[in-house]
Protein backbone atom coordinates (compact mmCIF):
# COMPACT_ATOMS: atom_id res chain seq x y z
CA UNK A 1 0.00 0.00 0.00
CA UNK A 2 1.86 3.00 -1.04
CA UNK A 3 1.81 5.86 1.27
CA UNK A 4 -0.43 8.94 1.26
CA UNK A 5 1.45 12.33 -0.02
CA UNK A 6 0.96 14.69 3.06
CA UNK A 7 -1.66 17.83 2.10
CA UNK A 8 0.57 20.99 1.73
CA UNK A 9 -2.14 22.91 4.01
CA UNK A 10 -1.23 19.87 6.73
CA UNK A 11 2.56 19.70 6.64
CA UNK A 12 2.09 23.76 6.95
CA UNK A 13 0.01 23.36 9.75
CA UNK A 14 2.20 20.61 11.20
CA UNK A 15 5.42 22.77 10.80
CA UNK A 16 4.02 25.88 11.76
CA UNK A 17 3.07 23.88 15.20
CA UNK A 18 6.08 22.46 15.63
CA UNK A 19 7.98 25.42 15.23
CA UNK A 20 6.05 27.47 17.39
CA UNK A 21 6.21 24.58 20.32
CA UNK A 22 9.86 25.25 19.87
CA UNK A 23 9.88 28.85 20.66
CA UNK A 24 7.92 29.25 23.12
CA UNK A 25 9.63 26.45 24.73
CA UNK A 26 12.87 28.22 24.50
CA UNK A 27 11.39 31.74 25.56
CA UNK A 28 9.81 30.65 28.57
CA UNK A 29 12.91 28.87 29.90
CA UNK A 30 15.39 31.56 28.68
CA UNK A 31 13.58 34.60 27.95
CA UNK A 32 9.71 36.27 28.61
CA UNK A 33 6.64 36.62 27.62
CA UNK A 34 7.41 39.71 25.17
CA UNK A 35 9.65 37.98 23.10
CA UNK A 36 7.62 35.28 22.66
CA UNK A 37 4.45 36.91 21.55
CA UNK A 38 7.51 38.81 18.95
CA UNK A 39 8.41 35.42 17.88
CA UNK A 40 4.88 34.01 17.65
CA UNK A 41 4.20 37.12 15.25
CA UNK A 42 7.49 36.43 12.90
CA UNK A 43 6.40 32.32 12.85
CA UNK A 44 3.09 33.57 11.40
CA UNK A 45 4.19 35.74 9.17
CA UNK A 46 6.35 33.14 7.38
CA UNK A 47 3.53 30.79 7.50
CA UNK A 48 1.76 33.13 5.55
CA UNK A 49 4.10 33.54 2.91
CA UNK A 50 3.25 31.75 -0.39
CA UNK A 51 5.16 29.24 -0.37
CA UNK A 52 5.71 29.02 3.21
CA UNK A 53 9.82 28.55 3.63
CA UNK A 54 8.42 26.97 7.47
CA UNK A 55 7.77 23.01 5.52
CA UNK A 56 11.41 23.54 4.63
CA UNK A 57 13.92 22.58 6.46
CA UNK A 58 14.55 21.51 10.31
CA UNK A 59 12.39 22.98 12.51
CA UNK A 60 14.58 23.83 15.22
CA UNK A 61 16.73 25.46 12.28
CA UNK A 62 14.27 27.48 11.85
CA UNK A 63 12.51 28.37 15.44
CA UNK A 64 16.95 29.26 16.27
CA UNK A 65 16.63 31.67 13.16
CA UNK A 66 13.28 33.32 14.27
CA UNK A 67 14.23 33.86 17.78
CA UNK A 68 17.90 35.00 16.47
CA UNK A 69 16.36 37.28 14.42
CA UNK A 70 13.68 38.82 17.39
CA UNK A 71 17.26 39.07 19.49
CA UNK A 72 19.08 40.69 16.53
CA UNK A 73 16.28 43.57 15.79
CA UNK A 74 16.18 43.84 20.17
CA UNK A 75 19.86 43.71 20.80
CA UNK A 76 19.62 40.68 23.30
CA UNK A 77 22.87 39.86 22.86
CA UNK A 78 24.04 43.40 24.75
CA UNK A 79 24.69 42.88 28.35
CA UNK A 80 23.10 46.24 29.73
CA UNK A 81 19.55 44.52 28.30
CA UNK A 82 17.53 42.49 30.56
CA UNK A 83 17.21 39.54 29.52
CA UNK A 84 20.66 39.03 27.92
CA UNK A 85 21.53 36.05 25.94
CA UNK A 86 24.49 36.17 23.20
CA UNK A 87 22.87 34.86 19.89
CA UNK A 88 25.32 31.88 19.90
CA UNK A 89 23.78 30.96 22.81
CA UNK A 90 20.13 30.10 20.60
CA UNK A 91 22.04 28.34 18.54
CA UNK A 92 23.62 25.64 20.95
CA UNK A 93 20.31 25.45 23.08
CA UNK A 94 18.05 24.78 19.50
CA UNK A 95 21.31 22.22 18.84
CA UNK A 96 21.84 24.22 15.30
CA UNK A 97 25.39 25.81 14.02
CA UNK A 98 26.32 28.97 14.64
CA UNK A 99 26.97 29.15 11.06
CA UNK A 100 23.81 27.53 10.40
CA UNK A 101 21.72 29.63 13.13
CA UNK A 102 23.05 33.11 11.55
CA UNK A 103 22.67 31.96 8.39
CA UNK A 104 18.66 31.38 9.07
CA UNK A 105 18.28 34.43 10.60
CA UNK A 106 20.18 36.00 7.72
CA UNK A 107 17.47 34.53 5.45
CA UNK A 108 14.71 35.46 7.61
CA UNK A 109 15.89 39.62 7.53
CA UNK A 110 15.95 39.39 3.66
CA UNK A 111 12.96 37.46 2.90
CA UNK A 112 11.10 40.45 5.08
CA UNK A 113 13.22 42.78 4.64
CA UNK A 114 13.78 43.34 8.88
CA UNK A 115 16.26 46.08 9.94
CA UNK A 116 17.90 46.98 13.34
CA UNK A 117 15.60 48.19 15.65
CA UNK A 118 12.70 47.97 13.55
CA UNK A 119 9.41 49.08 15.21
CA UNK A 120 7.04 46.36 13.75
CA UNK A 121 10.12 43.97 15.40
CA UNK A 122 10.92 45.64 18.71
CA UNK A 123 9.66 44.97 22.11
CA UNK A 124 6.47 47.13 23.40
CA UNK A 125 8.17 47.57 26.75
CA UNK A 126 11.27 49.02 24.97
CA UNK A 127 9.39 51.27 22.28
CA UNK A 128 9.83 54.70 24.11
CA UNK A 129 14.22 53.81 23.53
CA UNK A 130 13.66 53.10 19.68
CA UNK A 131 14.04 56.42 17.75
CA UNK A 132 13.31 54.11 14.54
CA UNK A 133 9.86 54.20 15.73
CA UNK A 134 9.56 57.61 16.06
CA UNK A 135 11.15 59.01 13.03
CA UNK A 136 8.75 60.74 10.36
CA UNK A 137 8.59 63.04 7.99
CA UNK A 138 7.32 66.48 7.81
CA UNK A 139 7.32 69.35 5.40
CA UNK A 140 10.72 67.51 4.25
CA UNK A 141 12.14 66.93 7.20
CA UNK A 142 12.97 64.25 9.50
CA UNK A 143 11.70 64.71 12.85
CA UNK A 144 11.28 62.82 16.14
CA UNK A 145 7.67 62.49 16.67
CA UNK A 146 7.47 62.46 20.43
CA UNK A 147 8.44 66.23 20.22
CA UNK A 148 5.76 67.59 17.69
CA UNK A 149 2.07 69.18 18.62
CA UNK A 150 -0.45 66.55 19.71
CA UNK A 151 -2.42 67.25 16.58
CA UNK A 152 -0.09 66.40 14.58
CA UNK A 153 1.23 63.14 16.79
CA UNK A 154 -2.85 62.41 16.43
CA UNK A 155 -2.35 62.26 12.69
CA UNK A 156 0.68 60.60 12.30
CA UNK A 157 -1.14 57.64 14.63
CA UNK A 158 -3.76 57.64 12.48
CA UNK A 159 -1.76 56.71 9.57
CA UNK A 160 0.52 54.57 11.23
CA UNK A 161 3.42 55.82 11.23
CA UNK A 162 4.31 55.97 15.14
CA UNK A 163 2.80 53.13 17.72
CA UNK A 164 1.03 55.66 19.73
CA UNK A 165 0.80 59.30 21.25
CA UNK A 166 3.96 59.57 24.10
CA UNK A 167 2.55 60.74 27.27
CA UNK A 168 4.21 64.09 28.37
CA UNK A 169 6.39 64.00 31.08
CA UNK A 170 4.30 66.13 34.14
CA UNK A 171 5.60 69.42 35.30
CA UNK A 172 5.66 69.65 38.95
CA UNK A 173 4.19 73.41 40.03
CA UNK A 174 7.78 74.55 40.90
CA UNK A 175 8.79 74.13 37.82
CA UNK A 176 6.05 76.61 36.68
CA UNK A 177 7.16 79.42 38.63
CA UNK A 178 9.49 80.99 37.12
CA UNK A 179 11.64 84.33 39.28
Same mark, same amino acid.
Given at each position: ??? %?????? $?????? !?? $? #???? !????? %????????? $??? %?????????????? +??? &???????? &? #? *?????? !??? +???? =??????? +???????? &? *?? $? =??????????????? #???????WSLRSRMDQNPMAWMIQVNGFLVDARFLKREIQEEALRKGLIPYIPE %???? =?? =??????
Open positions: MRK %RKPDPD $EAKQQA !VE $E #IAGL !VDAFC %RENLNEEYA $ELC %RRLTEKLARKRPTP +LVS &GRPNTWAC &G #I *VRTIGW !VNF +LDDR =SQSPHMK +LTAIDKAF &G *VG $E =STGQGKSMLIRKMLK #IRPMDPE %RPQT =SS =SDEEYP
